[in-house]
């Protein structure tokens, strides 16, 4: 983690079940849930080894709120071609704000979406 500029992230939520339904419909993963007093947390998989940063989803009822005019958070599409992610989004609950986008051809494609909670978050892949 130490190559990686970003040691953590929190994407607010305002109802876990349905958030975590979301992320691991859409990403095809599992996600672990933690209650730590007030503070409900649902933790992405990773690794020491792997590349990218960890991060959960946080639910607390002072601390955190939805927004999708904060700070923007890439995910990986781990299928290798955003579109299969994207094809999830709507039925998940969530919706497309920005189509699959070129960046380039060194850095792939990236899109926009409104997730269950309405945070605004982007998807990337190589193709």
């Not at 419909?25 to 007030?38: A, E, S, V, Y």
């Not at 958070?73 to 290798?80: D, F, N, P, V």
Request: no cysteine; proline share 6%; glycine share 8%.
């Amino acid at each position: 983690m130490k190559n990686n500029a970003v040691g953590w992230f929190e994407i607010p939520v305002n109802n876990m079940e349905r958030a975590m339904s979301f992320y691991e419909r859409i990403l095809d993963l599992k996600l672990q849930r933690n209650m730590m007093g007030p503070l409900d947390m649902a933790w992405f998989p990773w690794t020491e080894e792997g590349t990218g940063s960890p991060g959960s989803l946080v639910k607390h009822p002072e601390f955190y709120v939805p927004s999708a005019d904060g700070v923007l958070i890439y995910l990986t599409a781990h299928s290798g071609d955003l579109k299969n992610e994207l094809a999830k989004v709507e039925p998940a609950g969530g919706k497309v704000i920005q189509k699959k986008t070129k960046i380039s051809d060194e850095y792939g494609f990236m899109a926009l979406i409104l997730d269950s909670e309405g945070n605004r978050v982007a998807l990337h892949s190589r193709k």
